[in-house]
């Protein structure tokens, strides 16, 4: 199953600070939907994960944002334990999928303690149905069947509002501490003409917060 897109950061960067340069926009489809309806949901800082269900095989396996890049035996552990295949096999014996998600908690990442301080978890962002990106009424279907975490709404805006929203700070959902960011999706799912999503992503750090 395919690897996560990278997401495209909003603004080009400057050279020496690596900080935005606000108004020279990365992509020409973020500068022309700039004032039109965004969903911002809450970026989790953890480590990229894939849960892909073959229902041929009956097989649940576990890569991170790459095919060569390891997951801890810990969160390993975890992802086990919330996805057996008994579940899978369950719920959906005839339709494979890829959930992508993030792996978060204690010692992944600097401040992974500050969501889950004595374990980890995961939370989900995504879900890939053959070449069907699933929309959020339906990932969330999934997740509630499956009982594991979404990532939330945080609020719905222009791009505009998104970046006003970080550069006041914005606290997390899992405690008292800075969210990482926002990644912002067009309120309805839209693909440039090479065929790639149109989403990108607000951290505090790209604006020298």
Request: charged share 25%; net charge neutral.
């Given at each position: 199953?395919?690897?996560?897109?990278?997401?495209?950061?909003?603004?080009?960067r400057?050279?020496?600070?690596h900080?935005f340069?606000e108004?020279?926009w990365?992509?020409?489809?973020?500068?022309?939907?700039?004032?039109?309806?965004?969903?911002f949901?809450?970026?989790?800082?953890?480590?990229?994960?894939?849960?892909?269900?073959?229902?041929?095989?009956g097989?649940?396996?576990?890569?991170?944002?790459?095919?060569?890049?390891?997951?801890?035996?810990?969160?390993?552990?975890?992802?086990?334990?919330?996805?057996p295949?008994?579940?899978?096999?369950?719920?959906?014996?005839?339709?494979?999928?890829c959930?992508?998600?993030?792996?978060?908690?204690?010692?992944?990442?600097?401040?992974g303690?500050?969501?889950?301080p004595?374990?980890?978890?995961?939370?989900?962002?995504?879900?890939?149905?053959?070449?069907?990106w699933?929309?959020?009424?339906?990932?969330?279907?999934?997740?509630?069947?499956l009982?594991?975490?979404?990532?939330?709404?945080r609020?719905?805006?222009?791009?505009?509002?998104?970046i006003a929203?970080?550069?006041?700070?914005?606290?997390?959902?899992?405690?008292?501490?800075?969210?990482?960011?926002?990644?912002?999706?067009?309120?309805?799912?839209?693909?440039?003409?090479?065929?790639d999503?149109?989403i990108?992503?607000?951290?505090h750090?790209?604006?020298?917060?």
């Open positions: 199953m395919r690897e996560y897109p990278k997401i495209q950061s909003i603004f080009k400057d050279e020496k600070t900080h340069i108004g020279m990365a992509m020409p489809e973020f500068e022309y939907l700039q004032n039109n309806k965004w969903v949901t809450e970026k989790v800082d953890g480590t990229n994960i894939r849960v892909l269900w073959s229902c041929l095989e097989k649940v396996s576990y890569k991170g944002r790459t095919e060569n890049a390891q997951i801890s035996t810990f969160l390993l552990t975890e992802l086990q334990n919330l996805f295949v008994e579940k899978f096999n369950s719920l959906y014996p005839s339709v494979s999928m959930l992508y998600g993030e792996g978060y908690g204690a010692k992944i990442q600097k401040g303690g500050n969501y889950l004595n374990g980890v978890s995961f939370v989900l962002f995504d879900v890939l149905i053959e070449n069907w699933l929309e959020r009424p339906n990932m969330l279907d999934i997740a509630d069947k009982d594991i975490q979404t990532v939330p709404i609020e719905m805006g222009t791009l505009h509002d998104g929203i970080i550069k006041n700070g914005l606290n997390s959902t899992w405690g008292n501490f800075r969210a990482e960011g926002l990644v912002c999706k067009p309120y309805v799912e839209l693909f440039n003409r090479k065929g999503r149109v990108t992503k607000l951290k750090k790209d604006f020298g917060e």
